[in-house]
Structure formats: C-alpha cells, structure tokens
C-alpha cells in the first residue's frame, strides 16, 4: 500500500471556490475521513484525487507516484491511477449479475478468465457474498449492494480506496452493522483509505485521522480523540457532538490554570497556555460532566435544579438549571434524582476546553 498525499490543492467552479488550498497525508494503510456539512467542499476533494475533477492549483501523490500537479503541469488520467472508489448512489451496473459487476475492472484491464474468477470469488468470500454470484445486482439489499460496491472497489488491488459517502442509504441499524464491517474489512485488508462523510459517529468510529472542512478549508486534522476533545472552535465543537458552551472572563492564570468567572461562578480550567484573551468560550462535553444529590467537590461545584431527565439505555440524559445556565450532561448511574431536585454540578478542570477567541 502507499501514502496518500495532498499539497495546497485547490478547485473552483466558475467563481465559486470549492477547495481552498486543503492539504493533508493520509498514512500507509490508515484511514482519514474529511468530514463537514453539504457544500463543504470534501466530496470535491475526494473526487479531484480520484481524477473526475481537475483542480486549478495544488499536488496530489499516490506514494512516490505524482497523479496532479499544476507546476509540473501533470494530470494522470482516472484510469490510471491506482484507485478504488465507492460511490454514495453505489453505481452497480442493474444489468449484470454480483459476479459480473465486482469483475469489471478486471475485464477493463483484460486480465485472464482464471484470474478473474480466482480474484473475485477471494474477494466475494472477504465481504460475505458467498452463494450471490449469480443474481441480478437489483435483487439485492441495500447493505448486499454496498458490499458489492466494496468488493468492486478493492479486487484490482489499488493502491489506495476513496469512499463518498457510501452508508448514506442504509438504514439506521444497517449502518451500524457496516461500519463494523468496513472497519474489520480495512483492518484485514491494510489499504490506505480517504473517507468522506457529514456522520460524526461514521468518522469518529472508522477514522485514525479527522479533517474537518468548512467552506472548501481544511480547518482542524487530527486524531478523533484530539479533535473531539479539543476543538478548534466552537462550530467544530457543535458539530462534533452535544456540548455545554458558555462566555467567560479571565480573571487570572497561576501556572498551568486558568481562573475565570462564569454566569455559573467561578471556574478554574487546566490550560497549556500563558496568553489567553479577557473574554473568553469554554466547552465540555455532557459526558465529562458529574452529578450528584450532595456536594462532593470543593472547586468547580455549582448548585442547581433539575429541569429534565431522559433515559437513553446506556445513560440518562439531565438538564440542570444553575442561576441563569443550563447544564446538559450524561450519567450511566443512577443518581436517584428526580425533575425538580435540587443537585450538584461538578466540572473537571481538566475537561473543560478554552476556545480561541
């Protein structure tokens, strides 16, 4: 397998910029997902690699293999690069049978009838096709589709895999069942993939790496632990999953904390920083957040009623009023608090997020 590499790569539709100067590496055999709303601009990235779009600026390398570049004046055709691609509609051929479709870019390359049926029957095993070789590709579930889709992309051995949003039709549960699948496939298979996605589950889930897009820019990369953790503003926070935002003022720093003053009270942060503004956002996730009947903890404690409690299975959801702030958080214990109790609210220090001002 090879690294996928992407240098100031940029790409315009008449006067509207799609991609703006994105660069990112996708390493050997890793998985990266561009993830961002419609219009983004990552399915145009994604699509530029695979060579249906021609970018105006930029590099784009498949390891020592350069595919585009605008100052060598080099676009290798589709065709020819080593790449499999997973469509978001899929793209089965309705008039050929499982066998027919996954073989075709075998028949492209007019490799031999052996080899063709001994590297489609491999790869219809790998994805769990046995027995479906000959029906017809429109008497096939949704999720048989994806697979064959799949199946199709990886038989001629690429050097990497590009996928657009291939779960975006399945079902709620049937997604769930995939992205299992797709992640022991590409374990087993190693390939060095670029996902694309607007599903924060699908990318936290799947990915070693994260690049989050926004209006054709890539404007954070990095591990899901990273990015979820530590966003890098507030739209990426949002975005990302539930979190509790608030305004705060700094009222001073002492060493590796932060102390600020919220609607709530004070609040003292853990932060890497010497130089943070006057005024400032904070985030911290609903999970990170503790609730108890008694005052357990000296700092970071703040009174307060609970105005709701939903029941998600695995946690319970509670919204908890403090003076004039509300507090989303997720517990797996059962507090054995009621809507209208009176409670505490505990936010680690080390769990809360300055946001750049």
Not at 78 to 86: I, L, N, W, Y
Not at 259 to 265: A, F, R
Request: charged share 25%; proline share 4%.
């Amino acid at each position: 397998m090879v690294e996928l590499f992407v240098k100031s790569l940029s790409k315009s539709y008449g006067e509207v910029s799609a991609v703006k100067d994105v660069s990112f590496t996708v390493e050997d055999g890793s998985v990266m997902t561009l993830l961002g709303p419609s219009g983004c601009g990552k399915t145009t990235t994604l699509r530029c690699i695979a060579g249906l779009e021609k970018p105006e600026s930029g590099l784009i390398k498949g390891g020592e293999k350069i595919l585009f570049s605008s100052e060598e004046q080099k676009l290798v055709p589709a065709e020819k690069r080593s790449v499999g691609m997973v469509f978001q509609s899929y793209a089965i051929w309705p008039h050929m049978s499982v066998f027919k479709n996954i073989a075709y870019p075998l028949k492209i390359r007019k490799e031999k009838d052996s080899e063709i049926k001994s590297k489609v029957s491999k790869v219809i095993d790998m994805v769990q096709l046995e027995g479906l070789e000959n029906r017809p590709a429109t008497a096939l579930s949704g999720g048989q589709q994806q697979r064959v889709a799949f199946a199709r992309a990886i038989v001629a051995e690429p050097d990497f895999l590009l996928l657009d949003e291939p779960m975006s039709n399945l079902d709620a549960r049937l997604r769930e069942t995939m992205r299992h699948e797709l992640r022991r496939l590409q374990k087993n298979l190693k390939i060095t993939t670029l996902y694309v996605t607007h599903d924060r589950v699908e990318a936290l889930f799947l990915s070693h790496k994260i690049g989050i897009m926004d209006k054709g820019e890539l404007v954070q990369a990095g591990t899901p632990r990273e990015i979820y953790s530590n966003p890098k503003n507030s739209n990426i926070a949002t975005f990302l999953g539930q979190t509790n935002m608030m305004d705060a003022d700094l009222v001073g720093i002492d060493g590796a904390e932060a102390k600020l003053e919220t609607k709530m009270g004070g609040l003292f942060v853990k932060t890497s920083t010497g130089e943070l503004s006057k005024k400032l956002t904070i985030c911290i996730r609903p999970e990170t957040v503790l609730i108890t009947k008694e005052k357990a903890y000296d700092r970071n404690t703040f009174p307060g009623t609970v105005v709701s409690i939903a029941y998600f299975g695995d946690y319970s959801e509670y919204e908890v009023r403090c003076q004039d702030t509300t507090v989303k958080l997720h517990s797996s214990e059962d507090v054995k608090l009621q809507e209208h109790d009176q409670a505490w609210v505990y936010l680690p220090s080390n769990k809360i997020t300055i946001l750049p001002s």
